[in-house]
C-alpha cells in the first residue's frame, strides 16, 4: 500500500501564480484533510473533507480551494499565490470524522516567492 | 474548546523513559486524549488514545489521571530515534477534526 501521496515535493512560485498540491490515498478512507505548517509552529488545519462531494473550512481556509469528486483524491488549490502561503503542507486521511488515527502523507514544501 | 498545554522542549537519556507531561483541565466527560509524534520534518504520526483508562501499546503507555485533568505519555526506554516533537491533542467531538498545537520538542541524548 503506497498510503497517503503528496505531489509535488517541492515547489517554488512566484507571487500571483496559481498552482494545485495533490493528495491521494489508497486505503478507501472517507475522510480527508490538509493541514499546514509554519516553521516553528504546529499544524494548522486548512480544509477538510469526511466524504466525496463533502467539504468543509478548517482553521485558515482563506486563499484555498479545494474539492473531493472521489474518494481517493483531495487536491488543495492556489489560486493566486501570496508570499504568507509558503509553508510545508501536510495531507491526512483516516476512515471517518471520528477515527482519531489521522494518516500523514510525507509534506509538501512550497516556497511562494 | 478543550485546550492543551504541554512544555516547549524536554530531554532525555537514552534508554530511560521519557514521560511527556500534558495538562487539559478543561476537558469533558467525552473527549479523549491523542498523542502524536512528528520526526523532523515529516508528517506526524499516531501514537495513542485513550478516555479514561490507562492504554499501552507498541510505541507507548498513556496515563491519564483519575480526575482527567492531565495525561503523561510514556516512551519506556528512549532511543536516539524517538527525538521528535509530540503532541498531546483533546478532541472537542467525535466530529470535529484533529487541531494540533505546538507540542514539545524530545531530544533523546546519548
Known amino acids: 500500500n503506497a498510503g497517503v501521496t503528496q505531489t509535488p515535493k517541492f515547489q517554488v512560485l512566484k507571487t500571483g501564480q496559481s498552482m494545485t498540491l495533490q493528495c491521494a490515498q489508497d486505503m478507501n478512507h472517507e475522510y480527508m484533510s490538509w493541514y499546514r505548517q509554519d516553521p516553528g509552529m504546529g499544524l494548522r488545519l486548512i480544509h477538510y473533507?469526511?466524504?466525496?462531494?463533502?467539504?468543509d473550512q478548517g482553521e485558515v481556509p482563506n486563499g484555498y480551494n479545494v474539492s473531493r469528486s472521489t474518494t481517493e483524491d483531495f487536491p488543495l488549490r492556489l489560486l493566486s499565490a501570496a508570499p504568507s502561503q509558503t509553508s510545508v503542507y501536510f495531507c491526512a486521511s483516516s476512515y471517518g470524522l471520528a477515527a482519531g488515527e489521522l494518516f500523514f502523507g510525507e509534506g509538501s514544501r512550497l516556497t511562494v516567492l | 474548546d478543550a485546550k492543551t498545554t504541554q512544555p516547549p522542549s524536554m530531554d532525555c537519556a537514552e534508554g530511560r523513559a521519557a514521560n511527556l507531561p500534558c495538562n487539559h483541565s478543561t476537558i469533558s466527560g467525552n473527549e479523549y486524549v491523542y498523542w502524536y509524534r512528528q520526526i523532523h520534518s515529516q508528517g506526524p504520526q499516531y501514537i495513542i488514545h485513550g478516555l479514561k483508562n490507562n492504554e499501552t501499546n507498541e510505541m507507548a503507555s498513556l496515563i491519564i489521571t483519575e480526575d482527567r485533568k492531565s495525561s503523561t505519555l510514556i516512551l519506556p526506554h528512549a532511543t536516539l530515534r524517538d527525538t521528535a516533537v509530540y503532541y498531546c491533542i483533546v478532541r472537542v467531538s467525535g466530529n470535529t477534526p484533529l487541531v494540533f498545537g505546538k507540542g514539545t520538542r524530545l531530544s533523546v541524548i546519548a
Open positions: 473533507s469526511v466524504g466525496a462531494g463533502i467539504t
